[in-house]
């Protein structure tokens, strides 16, 4: 294992054959915020640029993946105009893009649990280690929002129409073991050893034949990739539109002050 390429936000880690690749905010819980995005898509373009790495590994530090956006770098967005909005959030969708349709194999390790736009980088890999005890939520709409960063499409193809539509009208969690049985997740382990789970399954996969794995992946997204970027454009456009509503206000200052949002209903005074 070599040392640590550094960087105050992401770490990129050589494991052999695997780059493991650390969103690196552990007392915000992972939080995104864009430099982090513009920084994973230079170390995934640099691992593509690399014989030598055959796969990566995607984690957070401490015991939780990720939590997803930052509600507070949210409020500053929604004062901006709504084509800046959306131009904000094409940038989590072209790392999303780059996950999703990487040509190398991208293995998700979760320890603790996966929100909102964390959980969107959780599901554009290919493989998904998850601790036992851990979650997933898409709670976009107890903050007045909808879901980013392919979050739709994912809940979409992973769960029926029924669940998918709980989990993101209500906003609640979903234990990890539920994905399993739905196919979604591939191991669920201890907690504290989704990484090493992850870096064995890197090693096999370095061990097989890379340039098959690649055309195998090329096949599997083939026939999705114009309706899941079809449906990260609507997802870019309503979410743009909500970030400046006053659902939004409501819920971002709720979150703040740490109550329960009062959104507006229609017809009251």
């Known amino acids: 294992m070599t040392s640590p390429a550094t960087n105050d936000i992401i770490l990129a880690e050589r494991c052999g054959p695997t780059l493991v690749l650390t969103l690196n905010r552990p ?10 995005y513009i920084l994973l898509e230079k170390h995934i373009d640099d691992a593509l640029a690399d014989p030598l790495i055959a796969n990566l590994v995607l984690r957070g530090a401490g015991d939780f993946f990720c939590s997803g956006g930052d509600l507070r770098s949210l409020e500053t967005r929604a004062a901006l105009p709504v084509e800046e909005r959306a131009a904000l959030i094409q940038r989590l969708h072209d790392l999303v893009l780059k996950l999703k349709f990487c040509p190398k194999p991208v293995i998700a390790a979760i320890e603790g649990g996966a929100a909102g736009a964390g959980a969107s980088l959780a599901f554009a890999a290919d493989l998904i280690v998850a601790a036992s005890g851990s979650y997933i939520s898409m709670a976009y709409v107890k903050a007045g929002l909808v879901p980013d960063g392919g979050g739709s499409a994912f809940l979409a193809q992973a769960l029926p129409h029924q669940l998918a539509a709980e989990i993101a ?8 073991e539920r994905f399993q049985q739905a196919g979604v997740v591939n191991r669920v382990v201890e907690p504290g050893t989704a990484l090493q789970v992850a870096l064995e399954l890197g090693q096999q996969l370095a061990e097989g034949a890379r340039a098959s794995q690649s055309a195998i992946l090329q096949l599997l997204d083939g026939p999705d990739q ?4 079809r449906q990260l454009d609507c997802e870019k456009q309503l979410m743009a539109v909500a970030l400046g509503g006053a659902e939004a206000a ?3 200052a709720a979150f703040k002050e740490k109550r329960t949002p009062r959104f507006p209903q229609p017809g009251s005074a």
């Open 27 to 36: 007392d915000k819980r992972n939080a995104l915020e864009t430099a982090m």
């Open 169 to 176: 009208l209500f906003g609640g969690r979903l234990p990890i």
């Open 226 to 229: 114009d309706a899941f970027r």
């Open 250 to 252: 409501e819920g971002i």
